[in-house]
């Protein structure tokens, strides 16, 4: 289990953010609460993916942010 940061502006982005965790393969978002999701990942290579940001700068670009 990990803990990664939801920067994204809205909670609709968060939302979005957590679901896309989940859609990827060997990832589950378990909770959304205080700005970050709590995520299983199936092994250190899905774990380390998620923690890299990318797929949450997406999500920011997405609703306008960075």
């Known amino acids: 289990l990990i803990r990664v940061p939801a ?10 953010y957590a679901n896309s965790i989940t859609l990827t393969p060997g990832t589950l978002s378990l909770d959304l609460r205080d700005d970050h999701i709590l995520v299983h990942a199936l092994n250190e290579a899905t774990a380390q993916d998620v923690q890299s940001g990318e ?3 997406r999500v920011a670009r997405i609703e306008g942010g960075q």
């Open 55 to 57: 797929m949450g700068r």
């Open 7 to 16: 920067e994204q502006k809205t909670r609709l982005g968060q939302v979005v």
